[in-house]
């Protein structure tokens, strides 16, 4: 460890809390159509929308229809994106002539992006066409983030409202976070990254001379096209030598800003944010890495304004901000001594100069031990998925940390608009706690919390722990799950229980090592990242409809403050809680366990 290191990760807090406040509040005047001067810029196109999409603007949903309204754009969109891909080859903007893409990796891609989530099973510059990345993946990064907000928006409104049937429109949130919010900031940052060399070009790929021809063993195939083998069964090889090289371009830095403001993660290239052509300086590293939790920090604030308590939105970033602040420390505290088993052999991991320090297994040198721990804890802070290191190759108890925080339900900041309801709902149970613990009736922000609003948020809580539990446990006992595991015994199961875990919680990130684009993963992981969007988002609605209907209740001495300190712990331990008497035993199964062996010389 060392003070630059810690003062890199200390400036990225700071920016991110200067910069919540400002944010937080355009975005609740956006919704609560007070931003004028960006809808005198915008509200030309906001119009076009509606009359194109026949939408009435002034319709006031209940929450069945804002939820029907929600799935069946979803399900349009998924379709779309299906579609594209199985048509690609046939279609435009496909300079490298790419084939169509397999039934089962389309519906995995398909689900995947249109939940949010962007797990990403295929490699990008050999599978994806232009038009496949822009038309389908770069629109849906819109609309999921969109989507996100848009619910949390309604779940405010259910705070706010009284004895009302409606939480608002869907269609109007949801072209308001995409016209005024997302489209704006994706631009800027788009603009920026640019400017440090992110490409962003129609041309084809791109064919460079080797400045030394590379000989290398090339795999044989038969007339059948199938790879030979020899009589013991190894692959039959020959040699080649490569004199050029081809070097994957595209229109990547538009894709790449709205993969980080929305929380998506899905990377052009294959390696995400460590290719140098998605994330080529400190300065764009720090630029992503900002994004990805710009909005979920500033929408805590947006929560405050639009419920008429700002406090009430500092108390839930304040938690968020306390976890994160922990096991980023933590995390990097993990990687910064180096690999023990390295160092025994010699291996030089203390930090100079000319030396990164550290283990440096999986990271680039030009980002570090810091940036990649402060990256992998962001990513999974939030459901952003997109990495600048390899997961699977950072010390195991380090490896834990990211894993950790998915599994607390992609809470801690979470993604845009889903991590905040996501925290909603952990605040409401720990209301609930906190009443049966002075024999009354909970009550939070004025409305009080019967039978059918602690059911609703107990199911968004439960769910994704039973989809992460439930989907590992069926990849270890099938020849199909563990037949894609590269690694073998804690490591394996870890690779498993991360996979399970990212799709489960609308993430993204892989751990790595394990083969994913298969039927049995491409199916198992597209299942859980539906039930992981829709049937928390459901909840959600139905609660927020409840709580507008509800009529508002004032404050007596038996109500708990839920902007205190003490509320803040009662928050962060229940989060955390939650968490651990899930996740332990898993844990214990896999990183848990590499690390004793690892540090006892095994």
Not at 469 to 497: Q, R, W, Y
Request: hydrophobic residues 50%; aromatic residues 10%.
């Amino acid at each position: 460890m060392n003070t630059s290191g810690w003062l890199q990760l200390g400036l990225y807090v700071v920016v991110l809390l200067l910069l919540a406040k400002p944010l937080g509040a355009y975005m609740a005047a956006v919704y609560d159509g007070r931003a004028t001067w960006a809808q005198r810029i915008g509200g030309p196109l906001e119009r076009l929308i509606y009359r194109g999409a026949g939408v009435d603007r002034t319709r006031d949903m209940g929450w069945i229809d804002y939820a029907m309204a929600m799935l069946w754009f979803n399900l349009v969109g998924g379709l779309a994106v299906y579609a594209l891909q199985r048509l690609q080859q046939w279609l435009p903007l496909n300079p490298q002539e790419l084939a169509a893409i397999s039934p089962d990796s389309s519906f995995n891609t398909a689900t995947s992006f249109i939940t949010n989530t962007n797990w990403q099973g295929y490699v990008g510059e050999s599978t994806m066409s232009y038009l496949t990345q822009m038309l389908g993946l770069a629109v849906q990064n819109f609309v999921s983030a969109a989507t996100g907000m848009a619910v949390l928006v309604a779940l405010m409104r259910g705070f706010v409202r009284k004895e009302a049937k409606g939480i608002g429109n869907f269609w109007v949130d949801l072209t308001r976070s995409t016209v005024y919010i997302l489209l704006p900031l994706s631009l800027i940052l788009a603009v920026a990254l640019v400017s440090q060399g992110v490409v962003q070009t129609f041309d084809k790929y791109a064919t460079v001379t080797l400045v030394q021809p590379v000989t290398f063993d090339n795999p044989k195939n038969g007339p059948d096209g199938q790879p030979l083998k020899d009589d013991k069964g190894n692959p039959v090889t020959e040699k080649a030598t490569a004199t050029e090289q081809t070097i994957p371009l595209g229109p990547a830095a538009s894709q790449i800003a709205i993969k980080q403001l929305g929380t998506n993660g899905g990377g052009f290239f294959n390696v995400n944010s460590a290719h140098p052509f998605e994330n080529p300086t400190p300065l764009a590293n720090f630029l992503e890495v900002l994004a990805i939790l710009l909005i979920p920090a500033a929408l805590c604030y947006t929560f405050g304004k639009m419920i008429g308590d700002t406090r009430q939105g500092w108390a839930l970033l304040a938690a968020m901000t306390i976890v994160f602040v922990v096991l980023l420390a933590a995390d990097y505290a993990l990687e910064a001594p180096g690999n023990p088993v390295l160092t025994t052999l010699g291996a030089d991991q203390v930090a100079s100069a000319t030396n990164p320090g550290g283990n440096m297994e999986g990271k680039e040198t030009r980002f570090g031990v810091s940036n990649s721990a402060l990256w992998a804890v962001a990513t999974t802070s939030a459901s952003n998925g997109s990495v600048n290191s390899m997961h699977d190759s950072f010390m195991p108890l380090a490896g834990m940390i990211p894993m950790w925080l998915l599994q607390l339900g992609e809470v801690i900041f979470g993604g845009v608009g889903s991590g905040l309801y996501g925290m909603i709902m952990f605040a409401v149970i720990t209301v609930f706690i906190a009443g049966l613990m002075i024999g009354r009736t909970p009550e939070y922000l004025g409305k009080k919390l019967g039978a059918f609003e602690i059911k609703m948020a107990s199911i968004a809580i439960l769910l994704p722990p039973l989809l992460v539990l439930c989907g590992t446990a069926l990849a270890v006992m099938l020849d199909a799950g563990k037949a894609g595991v590269a690694n073998p015994a804690e490591h394996g199961f870890s690779e498993i229980l991360y996979a399970f875990s990212s799709a489960s919680n609308n993430n993204g990130s892989a751990f790595a090592g394990i083969s994913a684009n298969t039927p049995f993963y491409n199916t198992a992981l597209g299942i859980c990242m539906l039930f992981a969007r829709y049937w928390l988002a459901i909840p959600v609605l139905a609660l927020a409809g409840a709580l507008a209907a509800a009529k508002r209740v004032p404050a007596s001495s038996g109500t708990l403050p839920t902007h205190t300190v003490l509320f803040v712990v009662v928050l962060i331990g229940t989060v955390i809680t939650v968490g651990a008497l899930t996740f332990i035993p898993a844990l214990a199964l896999g990183p848990v366990v590499e690390h004793l062996l690892l540090f006892g010389g095994k």
